[in-house]
């Protein structure tokens, strides 16, 4: 099948259907054989869903009405091909050829000469058009209007720069496996075979590739001697700072990345991971049989542990709780598009709940890890603020020297050290 008709519906699959690109897009990946169709099919899709607001923009002002109904996918389409003549490289005619003839595929032929007419339009009014385009927020900043004013109001002097950094591609981060190797061998062994890295200035074992790379030309990648998991992330592991002989929780714990960065951290570690996705654990699984880990795996839901756990107190915790993924947005552009502003209430109550239950899994003396990859103060400061208020027998472990009860947490923001968003919080159980 014509490759822009494929991203055509992808794009109709997540902006009609909600689905992911996480969940559309390997699935159409897997019809490829080609690794570079498979590139171009991502660029595309990932392209697309950064820069929608804009794009949509040109296309409405150059039709006269818009495609509505089935014929929405032909919409799609030239959604496809603004893209490519405004943001590739491909050459202008072999994006528009692929483009039109992408019709015959989505059983729409009598458009092409509509297609072939709005994209060669586009090149030549592309300047003027430009100069007419809004100034002002959602267009501007390619966001809807309500993830805008959340984050300005949050952040009064920073919302721009987040917003900017949500719209640039995020670097590949490498997390070293410390048991096996320091990460200074590790760069050694990437200079080696001519791949450009640095040490990350955000955790131990962060390294950031300056251009991303297929794992399977990694030194050893099969044998556990590196993860991708991106800068921010890799900071979990560390803030829990398990010990040996300890029981650990790793609650949500798919993919899995944390897991393993746990295990790998402190030898004589015992893990429990636990998620609700049982698909979505397999992964967990795949990690740790890559590296040579384990853990006991548990498919539960984190609201209800009276369900699957009638074992022992855990000594430390790591919540990395369900949220928004407002932090991940240059990770998962199309988070913009599929995120709603009730959802945030809706998520704030679950991470309530499952805070709750895990503190009462939690010996005298424990700590507790909260995290999530959002940049909402809903899900990260006043949650953390209002569960201190409300459990006398929780103290707060400062992370920096700004970090109270009043405004407790470590924030880090798209793009600061080139890593995501993402918020923890470290709490002890008296």
Known sequence: MNLRAVTAQIIGAVLDKGESLATALPAAQGRLTNPKDKALLQELCYGIMRELPQLEFYINRLMDKPMTGKQRVIHYLLLVGAYQLLHTRIPAHAALGETVEATKDLKRPKLKGLINGVLRNLQRQHESLSQEMPTKAPIAYCHPSWFIKRVSQAYPKQWQQILEANNQRSPMWLRNNASMQTRDDYLAQLA??????????????????????????????????????????????????????????????????????ILESAQGVEVVALDCDQQRLERVQQNLDRIGLNAQLICGDGTQPQEWWQGAQFDRILLDAPCSATGVIRRNPDIKWLRRDSDIAQLVELQKQILEACWSLLKSGGTLVYATCSVLPDENSEQIKQFLQQHTDASLQPLHQDDTPQQPGLQLLPGQDDVDGFYYAKLTKA
């Open 192 to 261: 080696e075979l001519e791949i450009e890295a640095h040490a990350g200035v955000l955790g131990d074992n962060s390294i950031k590739l300056v251009k991303p790379s297929p794992v399977g030309k990694l030194p050893q990648f099969d044998q556990g001697a590196c993860s991708v998991q991106d800068g921010a992330a890799q900071r979990a592991a560390e803030i829990l700072g398990a010990q040996p002989g300890e029981l650990v929780l790793d609650a949500c714990a798919a993919p899995g990345g944390k897991t393993c960065h």
